[in-house]
């Protein structure tokens, strides 16, 4: 079975930093092209960004509103997930999730989920 | 970029058909056949329904179907059930390696 946990988050300052963890588990972590999604309470899905594969050249691809103060890596050696948070705005208030795709579909679309975890910005 | 275009709400009664739109522009859902829909219950992690515009992952009921028109994909569910309520997103590969959400559609079952 497929798990995504999510940690990291808090309370953060405007201006402030934090990073965000996804551990992942029931899956080949290495292959996978994973993507962050964060969801501001209330509100709808956002897409912030995605990191490939190493196989495919681990690359990364950010929204605009995050592109230049996020940053996403991963550690295949430990089957982790993270998202670096700088700069933080009160609009990057949210529920933040780690989520991958079905195998072999492209980083198109968001199969597996976590339970997401909550970053608040405020003074 | 802005988000795509989903009616802030439907409604339909038990065993009606239901159709929800997620409009776009050629730079995203009209140049790709990479729409996904998602399913999400308050307090729930989102749930993929469809992806590449019709496939349905294994263990989604198949009143759940897609499609697309030009620039708008649809997302169709019948035989509603009380279980369908919920809030509904679709999302579009886009320009520049990034995907994009819609709005979100909330779907009351009367």
């Known amino acids: 079975e497929v798990q995504l946990v999510e940690s990291g988050g808090g309370l953060v300052k405007p201006g402030g930093s934090v990073r965000l963890s996804c551990a992942a588990s029931?899956?080949?972590?290495?292959?996978?092209?994973m993507n962050w999604v964060r969801q501001a309470p209330g509100k709808g899905l956002e897409w912030v960004g995605r990191?490939?594969?190493?196989?495919?050249?681990?690359?990364?691809d950010y929204a605009a509103p995050v592109k230049g103060r996020f940053t996403i890596s991963r550690d295949d050696s430990k089957n982790t997930l993270y998202l670096q948070l700088n700069s933080l705005k009160t609009e990057d208030t949210a529920l933040y999730y780690c989520?991958?795709?079905?195998?072999?579909?492209?980083?198109?679309?968001?199969?597996?989920w976590g339970q997401g975890t909550l970053v608040t910005v405020s003074s | 970029q802005s988000a795509l275009t989903q009616p802030a709400s439907v409604s339909g009664s038990p065993g009606q058909s239901i159709t929800i739109s997620c409009t776009g522009t050629?730079?995203?859902?009209?140049?790709?056949?990479?729409v996904s829909w998602y399913q999400q219950h308050p307090g729930k992690a989102p749930k993929l329904m469809i992806y590449?515009?019709?496939k349905r992952p294994s263990g989604v009921s198949s009143r759940f179907s897609g499609s697309k028109s030009g620039t708008t994909a649809s997302l169709t569910i019948s035989g509603l059930q009380a279980d369908d309520e919920a809030d509904y997103f679709c999302?579009?590969?886009?320009?520049?390696?990034?995907?994009?959400f819609g709005g979100g559609t909330k779907l009351t079952v009367l």
């Open positions: 989520s991958t795709d079905i195998p072999m579909t492209g980083g198109t679309n968001f199969a597996y």
């Open positions: 029931g899956i080949t972590f290495s292959d996978l092209w």
């Open positions: 990191i490939k594969s190493e196989t495919d050249g681990g690359t990364t």
């Open positions: 050629s730079s995203d859902v009209g140049n790709y056949n990479l």
């Open positions: 590449e515009v019709i």
């Open positions: 999302c579009s590969y886009a320009a520049y390696n990034t995907l994009i």
